[in-house]
């Protein structure tokens, strides 16, 4: 009996460290509120009529007393992050998306940028015509030596639901362009495209130029929900 009990002691302490820990792995891993796209109509397609919905999001250099950035937990760290001068997207990388729709999308960019090392991520893939706009005109890419970041949304790797790829560079600011009392230029670019979805699922996107820290830029703000990567999930 006694060595029953202690063998239960054990099982319960265990069972204590590892919701304790999954807590905490949560925490660290907070993610920011959910920001959905606006059903607003229905748009053709060669499959017929879909719904039709819009998101719109940001890209900032940096936080400000306008735009404060990130607030993943109030333990202070990703507020901390902030002032180092992480560039994000905003208001949230957590977006939803209705299924079996046409998403279009619009990314008022405000950040500068330089060469991508993948050219190929300086071309539209998986949007509508495979064009997107730059301050209202249509293009087919931009010059991979002058990218600020790119919206990337892909597959997890265990996904076992409908395929879908979508990315979409965003040019750079000129790095001379006159900025505001924020420190942000003073007309953003804005960077429309359109794509499909189909049946539910949950994807993850992030940005593919090195516009983070440390190795190959690849670091600090590239992998950090909040700012340069995120969930996608289609319902
Ligand atoms: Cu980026």
């Not at 299924?99 to 993948?118: F, R």
């Amino acid at each position: 009996m006694k060595r029953l009990l202690i063998v239960l002691g054990t099982v319960i302490v265990g069972i204590g460290i590892v919701a304790g820990s999954a807590a905490f792995g949560h925490w660290k891993a907070a993610e920011p509120a959910v920001i959905k796209a606006v059903v607003d109509g229905t748009s053709p397609t060669p499959d017929g009529d879909r719904t039709h919905a819009k998101l719109e999001l940001a890209i900032y250099p940096q936080s400000s007393g306008a735009v404060p950035g990130p607030q993943l937990n109030d333990t202070g760290a990703n507020v901390a992050a902030n002032g180092q001068g992480w560039p994000f997207y905003w208001p949230s990388t957590s977006i939803e998306l209705p299924a079996n729709s046409v998403v279009e999308v619009t990314i008022h960019q405000y950040d500068s940028g330089g060469t991508i090392y993948n050219p190929w991520f300086a071309k539209p893939q998986g949007i509508v015509e495979g064009t997107f706009t730059v301050n209202g005109s249509p293009e087919v890419g931009v010059s991979p030596t002058n990218v600020a970041h790119t919206f990337t949304i892909h597959q997890l790797p265990e996904g076992n639901q409908p395929y879908l790829f979508v990315s979409v560079p965003v040019p750079a600011q000129s790095a001379n362009a006159p900025t505001d009392a924020n420190g942000y230029p003073t007309k953003p670019i804005d960077v429309t495209f359109t794509f499909r979805t189909g049946a539910p699922g949950t994807y993850v996107w992030n940005c593919e130029f090195p516009c983070g820290t440390y190795y190959v830029s690849f670091g600090g703000p590239m992998s950090q929900r909040g700012y340069m990567s995120g969930t996608v999930k289609v319902v």
